[in-house]
């Protein structure tokens, strides 16, 4: 069972962007609120935006911690449990009508996006396929596990950005 915190925008068109928000190691879907609402309020974007869904990872917030795995502490899960999560709370809010086209990650949510979209690659899908388009990474954690290798020109132009000191 993942919860999720489900804020809607009155003032934005009915098919106004979606975005998807990962919550980092030590936080919850509430740690999006402020951002959520300085978006709400924005001039520009709050006509743009219908909404932020704001996800508690498992064992985070009102996500129990899974059942059936071994151990259930805080610290056993993985970052590929995690990752698995995520890849799964995509598909289930897309078939709910509630699929993202952007998503947003701070600190360990921002490795697993980086993670679901290698998972995602490793299979012949990605991020894209799953309908988003936009990804901002707010103090990610670096992936380590996987050297980052550009896609094919066009594949996912759009989550890539490339920055002189960081680069790719």
Do not use: Y
Not at 109 to 135: N, P, T
Not at 140 to 148: A, S
């Amino acid at each position: 069972k993942i919860c999720a915190d489900v804020r809607v925008n009155p003032r934005a068109p009915r098919f106004g962007t979606t975005i998807l928000a990962v919550h980092g190691l030590t936080e919850t879907a509430a740690a999006w609120g402020p951002l959520t609402d300085a978006i709400f309020s924005d001039r520009e974007l709050r006509s743009r935006v219908r909404r932020v869904i704001a996800i508690d990872l498992p064992g985070h917030g009102d996500s129990p911690m899974p059942v059936g795995l071994p151990g259930a502490l805080f610290g056993e899960l993985t970052t590929d449990d995690n990752v698995s999560v995520l890849i799964q709370s995509i598909r289930i809010l897309r078939e709910l009508g509630l699929g993202s086209s952007m998503i947003f990650g701070h600190s360990m949510g921002g490795l697993e996006i980086q993670g679901a979209q290698g998972a995602l690659l490793a299979k012949g899908s990605s991020l894209a396929d799953l309908g988003i388009r936009r990804a901002l990474l707010l103090a990610p954690v670096p992936g380590g596990r996987h050297r980052f290798t550009p896609p094919p020109p066009g594949a996912l132009s759009a989550l890539l950005l490339t920055h002189p000191a960081p680069g790719t």
